[in-house]
């Protein structure tokens, strides 16, 4: 069986639609941009249910609660394999008030030295056409199903 893998795809819609994407932490991401943006997600286990997972991992990855209205999207399958479901909310949070889970890692390789990295350095609200350059390619199908359901 596949990683599956869980996330929320929150958005506000005022003049445009925006979306809410974080961007990863730690060194191997730090000058990287289009293309390595994400949804809040990560990895559950069958035991766990999804929309259950998608929302604990949005509050370990923004440091948000959410509640409310979800919005199932269609999964997708990511280039290594894992299964991303996802669901859509409409909502709004403070990308200044992020706070993140961390993880630890040797850095520099082969330095014996462990340093602490936060999972997702920021997050930012994008409209539909910049979110669709700043987020992984494989997940840009969340963008065009959130835009048919809003519109």
């Not at 941009?33 to 997972?53: F, H, R």
């Not at 998608?54 to 990855?61: M, P």
């Not at 269609?74 to 280039?79: E, G, M, N, V, Y």
């Amino acid at each position: 069986m596949p990683i599956q893998s869980a996330g929320i795809l929150m958005y506000r819609n005022t003049d445009l639609i925006e979306v809410l994407l974080v961007h990863p932490g730690g060194p191997f991401f730090a000058k990287k941009d289009l293309g390595n943006w994400s949804i809040p997600k990560g990895i559950y286990t069958s035991e766990e249910d999804a929309l259950d997972a998608a929302k604990r991992e949005f509050r370990e990855e923004t440091g948000t609660d959410i509640d409310g209205d979800f919005i199932p999207l269609s999964p997708i399958k990511l280039r290594s394999g894992k299964e991303v479901k996802a669901w859509a909310f409409e909502g709004d949070m403070d990308p200044l008030t992020l706070v993140s889970n961390t993880f630890e890692m040797e850095w520099p390789p082969r330095s014996g030295k462990l340093q602490t990295f936060p999972e997702v350095d920021r997050a930012e609200w994008f409209t539909l056409d910049i979110a669709r350059k700043k987020i992984n390619e494989r997940q840009s199908a969340f963008l065009d199903e959130l835009e048919k359901i809003v519109r």
